[in-house]
């Protein structure tokens, strides 16, 4: 039989260089897939970022505008708090100012008692003829159509028609304040108010054509108007008259004109005198609607640098429609209120 022999054996044979070949190619295989894949998901991590901060800005502006709607809004609540914590201190003033009212009240009620307990005690000590003259006095009441210093005072509306001219708001003005004060004092209570210049222009437009309503509230704004009411004229009551009469007489009405001025800058005393004949018609007793009083400032006696011949023509117009027309002319003798 025939013997065999054996080759020696190589550690190191091709088969075993291919094994190796392969392997680290493998390897280096791997590590060329791993780096090919790491920019992409560097990207997608870098987009998934990019969208992450924009998302957060974004909450960022939502949150700074609503922060600033929150401040605006604390703003308003704080503004808020302070009006009322300032009514609260209004209130709490007007409260301690009742109160002391009322405890001055209760001090005069108490003063009143003792007055009014020494006076029935002062009656009770007079004669017969004394009595009987006080029961008189207290029985006597001036009749409301009465005139107050030659004026009547019986009409249940009045109408201003007040001089606004330059010589009138220079050197007569608080006097004429003070005529407008006493004027409206004299009638406590009337149906309507009106107030105009001499060209006819009303203080309160609103009320153009209509009746002012008399209210206290409205006297009063009435006088402060009248602080600083510069309507232009003409210096003439003429057109203010006019305007007054037509628009306000009324068959059923009893109206008195007040007409406050210095000067008549027209051209015709008589053809005035016709035409507020013609415009305040008579009633079937043969009375005039409206009354017309006037009160004359003498603004341009006092003053020597001005002729005085617009103020006598004023005074001698007045005088006359107040005589036709049922009222009262009051010439004063000074501007001084």
């Known amino acids: 039989m025939r013997r065999r022999v054996r080759r020696p054996f190589e550690v190191f044979s091709l088969s075993m260089l291919d094994c190796i070949c392969c392997g680290f190619g493998a390897i280096i295989l791997l590590f060329v897939l791993n780096k090919m894949g790491e920019p992409a998901a560097l990207e997608r991590g870098q987009e998934d970022l990019k969208g992450l901060l924009a998302r957060l800005e974004q909450e960022l502006v939502e949150i700074r505008g609503e922060t600033a709607v929150f401040k605006r809004s604390l ?32 001090q005069l009620s108490e003063v009143q008692d003792i007055i009014q307990g020494r006076l029935l005690a002062a009656q009770q000590e007079l004669s017969e003829e004394m009595k009987r003259l006080q ?23 009045i109408i201003f028609v007040i001089d606004t001219s330059g010589s009138m708001q220079r050197f007569a003005w608080p006097a004429v304040r003070q005529k407008m004060d006493e004027v409206l004092d004299v009638y406590p209570r009337v149906k309507g108010l009106q107030i105009m210049n001499d060209e006819g222009v009303y203080m309160f437009s609103r009320y153009a ?39 306000y007489w009324a068959s059923d009405k009893r109206i008195s004109l007040y007409v406050l001025g210095d000067e008549f800058t027209g051209d015709s005393i008589d053809e005035v005198l016709e035409t507020v004949e013609r415009l305040n018609r008579r009633d079937a007793r043969g009375q005039r609607k409206v009354r017309i009083h006037s009160i004359g400032f003498p603004t341009l006696f006092s003053q020597s640098q001005y002729p005085e011949s617009t103020n ?26």
């Open 75 to 106: 703003r308003g609540r704080e503004e808020q708090l302070s009006e009322e914590r300032a009514s609260v201190a209004r209130l709490q003033g007007d409260l301690a100012r009742v109160q002391g009212q009322y405890a001055a009240s209760r």
């Open 135 to 157: 029961q008189q006095q207290q029985a006597y009441r001036r009749p409301p159509e009465a005139p107050v210093g030659g004026i009547p005072v019986d009409s249940e509306y």
């Open 209 to 247: 054509g209509k009746w002012i309503p008399d209210t206290p509230a409205r006297r009063q704004a009435i006088r402060e108007r009248l602080t600083s009411w510069n309507a232009f004229s003409n210096s003439s009551p003429v057109e203010g008259i006019e305007i007054a009469i037509k628009t």
């Open 312 to 337: 006598i023509r004023f005074a001698t117009l007045m005088r006359l429609l107040c005589e036709r027309n049922g009222g009262a002319f009051v010439a004063l003798n000074s501007t001084a209120p």
